[in-house]
């Protein structure tokens, strides 16, 4: 999990190994996450699993969705109140037009100094630029990237040598579990349609209202 990396300062501790031995990287002390504060933007499917995953280790969830419900998993909260009261903020939003640089510089200035940035949901939802600044002037703490505006991710962009950030190719459902499950997915909601039937999860939903 991206925010158990960040927590314990994986980027920095790696590069530090690499660089200047053991015993200076073991001095880098993290956090633990059960004492911490986790923002989940977006409540959906993979929200509200983490969500619980994260209520089990100990953390105080805040939730940010457009359409609050009852859960036992976290508190909803304005945007605003979400992005400056969480050590960690996790993206789970669609890209579409309301939500593309929805996360910008206003969001990171709110954010603490200390606080991680988790986007494995699209990369076009993060003003790229304005969170690249944000890690290069200790706005922020630090990130964790499976996605990203561009991809795959140019070779000379500054993201790759930030020490403060994590980058993933797009790995987020790169398992043999999740592929299988796609496919399964897939061809069972196929059936469903040529069968007359509404698709678990379809696209054009006002097609099948």
């Known amino acids: ?16 190994m690499q660089q200047s031995g053991w015993a200076a990287a073991y001095g880098l002390l993290g956090h633990e996450v059960g004492s911490a504060t986790v923002g ?25 969705d457009r359409h609050p419900r ?9 945007w605003d109140e979400l992005f400056r009261r969480s050590d960690y903020v996790s993206l789970h939003l669609a890209a579409v037009p309301d939500t593309i640089h929805s996360v910008s510089a206003h969001e990171f200035g ?35 990237l499976d996605v990203f505006a561009e991809e795959p991710l140019p070779a000379d962009n500054p993201l790759w040598h930030l020490p403060n950030v994590l980058v993933t190719p797009h790995i ?6 999740a592929n299988r499950t796609m496919a399964m997915t897939a061809a069972r ?3 469903q349609v040529l069968s007359g039937q509404r698709p678990d999860f379809p696209v054009n939903e006002p097609q099948f209202k």
């Open 70 to 78: 009852p859960t036992p998993y976290g508190s909803f909260v304005t």
């Open 189 to 191: 909601m196929i059936d």
């Open 110 to 144: 709110l954010m603490p100094e200390h606080a991680g940035l988790i986007n494995l949901a699209r990369g076009s939802i993060v003003d790229e630029p304005a969170l690249i600044a944000a890690l290069q002037n200790g706005t922020i703490g630090g990130a964790a």
């Open 1 to 16: 999990m991206d925010i158990l990396l960040l927590a314990r300062n994986i980027p920095q501790t790696q590069a530090c």
């Open 40 to 64: 989940i933007v977006g409540f959906g499917h993979i929200g509200q699993l983490l969500a619980q995953l994260l209520t089990g280790l100990g953390a105080r969830v805040l939730i940010y």
């Open 172 to 177: 987020g459902a790169n398992t043999e579990e």
